[in-house]
């Protein structure tokens, strides 16, 4: 349970730390990446239902854009302050030390403006292309399952910095076995809830995302960071979107 709660505690701003019987000591929160298709469950669950509920009463792609509004909120933009600063790193940097300077620098460069305005001008556009009940499936199945994809991360690559160099001081351990089965649960379980056999193929794009990063971490830093992970969740969540919105948007 000290495990859930430190994941939620720290991919979500949901206050939890003020309840006193919910202070988590700072081990536990090495282990939040492994539990990560849990706050997908959270931060997922509230966007869909903020889609659907905002649909009732406004035009679609507003409501498409009060839904990305809620889970920014919830998470207090994370994933997407990791894609900008990967973007500019990667970007930018031409040796891994600068590359690493890059993305530990809180100043956005052009590559982070740049990318963030075509990342949200893409999902917003495709998830208004859906209709409310494919994109309202799809945020449920994307969240969590992007999340306990990129999770694995810990198993390609070590961790590109120190502890005392990581802006959140967190140093994320590699999965077990039993966590594993916990993480697959929480990921797995929408998508395996769905009888169309198209939803579970969609996977495919977001596996061949994350193995690309993966190479591009490896060669670029040989590791990875926060950062990293926010990026590939974004990356790999967009092409969720994007195969559902070709594929299964269309019958």
Partial sequence: MKHLVAAIMFFTRLPLWRIKKLQIPQ???????????????????IMAGTLWLAAQILPFSVAVIVALAARLILTGALHEDGFADFLDGFG?????ERILAIMKDSHIGVYGVIGLAVYFLLIWQILASMSIQVATISILVADPFCKFLCSHITLFLPYARTAETNKSHVVYKQIS??????????GLLPL?????????????LPV???????YMMKKKINGYTGDCCGAQFILCELSFYLYVLIVVSQN
């Fill in 92 to 96: 930018g940097g031409t040796s891994r």
């Fill in 27 to 45: 081990k536990y929160f090495s282990q939040a990446i492994n539990y990560w298709s849990f706050a997908g469950w959270i931060t997922g669950g």
């Fill in 177 to 186: 076995l039993s966590v594993w089965l916990v993480a697959a649960f929480f």
């Fill in 208 to 214: 061949m995302i994350f193995l690309s990063t993966i």
């Fill in 192 to 204: 395996l809830l769905i009888s169309d056999v198209k939803w579970q193929i969609a996977c495919t």
